[in-house]
């Protein structure tokens, strides 16, 4: 177990876990064969020595020594603890974390009575939609609007019927409902901040519900209600419709960002996946970096008005900055007065989704709404119109990205590129990435703290090679190679420092064939050998299989011959106690025998019909098979 998730949610989630992906989002990767290399983000450095591996799922810097999984990567660059990591990783793919019972497990988290009484509005709100007397007009608006049952449940759609206390008389108490903003409480008096709305649960990444949207069912004002910000609920941090997004597709190739509830529903029943919106504000940089981490293409879809281009101004101002690697943003803006749903009705789906694949670069409207009362034929609108870019052009980082920038506003304003950029660029911020390289070697030190009596022989040092570490960290670079080892029973009991771990390793690999390297690493998280497993998952193996595998095997026949040598000492040992004991010096003969064996077989190979079935049958006596 790793803390009170169990360990097979941690196995399900690496599995689902693309660390490629993850990492990309936060460091700009390239392809170097099978691996992909970046600079460090835990050290300074001009020559890429970052490393990571898809088929290991782990990284490694050469550098400074930094490595581990995915969940290790998060801990160390975002300086999240590690359920917040393993939040963070479960959120992206749609899953929910469970928890095992504990009896040393700390209370219940002060926020969880806001989630409980949440979830109870929740089944409130849709069991009126389905049973409230004067629900007639709100399944009146969802069937004119095309919404199918089926998707009105997937949303949880619900009502909030009209009357001030439906919610409150359904409660055991307020308390929590007015912290959460279901309930409101002034001049002594209480009573539902929702009535006869059509109601829309707002999902965090995890699933639950932490505050609700409501539309006016009849005539009447706000047309949208949301709930107010709560110690759950931060609306620049939520993004309505991507838990659903994440749960219809296990990895989704576009989000589409629109402007409200019934876009994003409209879309969905369209046939459209991925529609999400942002709660009714710009755009924030936590909105934007996490529409980024979880799709590789984003669209923004707004209204041709000026508040919609306004909006779409300022989303692409903060989802500049943070766009790299493949990730792409690209933006469509909608004619005048129409919506998605409008655009779907009128032309179909087909001709909606050649609109999205036709969308502009975001890079092209953002300069576009720059110079847009420029006049850039003269001096004071081009001088106007690098003023507007500069603030954006200190937030974006050394790139592409930024190049490109720089390029078309050289293009447009007639200035050198490199003026423009020295004009521009302030002095950048220490970066926040310089102090885990510290976290990392801390961590060194305490997992050396904790490895002072390895259980992987005689030195604490597992960067010492020995064949019973090298097998290990094979094992845990190609966890295939195991087929190569056959029974880990013949591992047990023999006395040699290490083989108890590697028969255990060995024993998980053969229940799980498709193991990887993350996931195997992941099983030994505050486990006594965690510090020296890392370290041997940092060896650098052979580039090539069949190499790997030749490795693999002499590793093998070294412990072997340890195991043999060992077998030799403890007969010694009996015989001293029990001379002329006939079966302990036949047991020595053989022991010797079977060396001999070994170290022929080194040098020059055996003869095939004699000795390589007496090898075999020696090898079976001391269960070696």
Known sequence: MAGRIPQEFIDDLLQRTDIVGVIGE??????????????????????????????????????????????????????????????????????????VSDPKSSPREDNEPLYAVLAKADRFYREALRSHPKRNAAVDYLRQRGISGEVAAQFGIGF???????????????????????????????????????????????????????????????KYLNSPESPI??????????????????????????EGYMDVIALTQAGIPGAVATLGTATTREQALLLLRSAPEVVLCFDGDSAGQGAAFRAAENLLPVLQGDRQVRVMILPQGSDPDDLIRQDGREAFENRLNNASPVIELYLSHLHRDCDLATVDGRTRMLERASGLLKRIPDGILRETLLGRLADLTHTDPQRID??????????????????????????????????????????????????????????????????????????????????????????????????????????????????????????????????????????????????????????ACQPQNCVLEQRLKDAQRLQFLFDKLKAQGLEADTEGAEMSRLRNHFNLD
């Open 233 to 258: 609920f931060q609306k620049g941090r939520e993004i309505y419709g991507l838990y659903h997004a994440l749960q219809a597709q296990r990895r989704i190739e576009r989000l589409i960002v629109v």
């Open 160 to 222: 909030a019927p009209p009357g001030w206390n439906n919610l409150l008389k359904h409660l055991d108490a307020p308390q929590d409902a007015i912290k959460a903003g279901l309930i409101i409480e002034r001049d002594g008096k209480t009573y539902d901040r929702f009535r006869d709305r059509i109601t829309f649960p707002i999902h965090d990444r995890r699933g639950r519900v932490v505050a609700f949207g409501a539309r006016v069912v009849t005539d009447g004002e706000p």
């Open 422 to 575: 020295n004009l521009c660029r302030s002095q950048p911020p220490k970066s926040s990435h310089a102090t885990p390289s510290d976290r990392v070697k801390n961590q060194q030190v305490s997992h050396h703290k904790r490895q002072s009596s390895s259980p992987l022989g005689g030195s604490s040092d597992p960067g010492r090679r020995t064949p019973v570490r090298h097998a290990i960290a094979l094992l845990l670079q190609q966890p295939q190679l195991a087929y190569l080892a056959g029974d880990p029973d013949r591992f047990a009991d023999r006395g040699i420092a290490g083989l108890e771990l590697l028969q255990h390793l060995l024993e998980i690999i053969r229940a799980d064939p498709h193991t990887t390297t993350a996931r195997l690493l992941e099983k030994f998280r505050d486990d006594r050998h965690e510090g020296a497993l890392q370290k041997l998952a940092a060896w650098q193996p052979a580039e090539r299989a069949v190499e790997r595998e030749q490795e693999m095997r002499d590793a093998l026949m070294r412990i072997e011959e340890r195991i043999i040598a060992r077998e030799q000492e403890k007969i010694i040992e009996q015989l």
């Open 26 to 99: 936060r460091v700009p990767l390239r392809q170097a064969g099978s691996n992909y290399k970046a600079l460090c983000p835990f050290h300074e450095e001009r020559t890429p020595s970052f490393t990571v591996s898809p088929e290991r799922q782990t990284y490694r810097c050469f550098g400074c020594g930094a490595h581990g999984t995915v969940i290790g990567f998060l801990m160390d660059h975002d300086r999240l603890g590690f359920r917040e990591a393993v939040a963070e990783l479960a959120a992206r793919v749609g899953l929910q974390i469970p928890s």
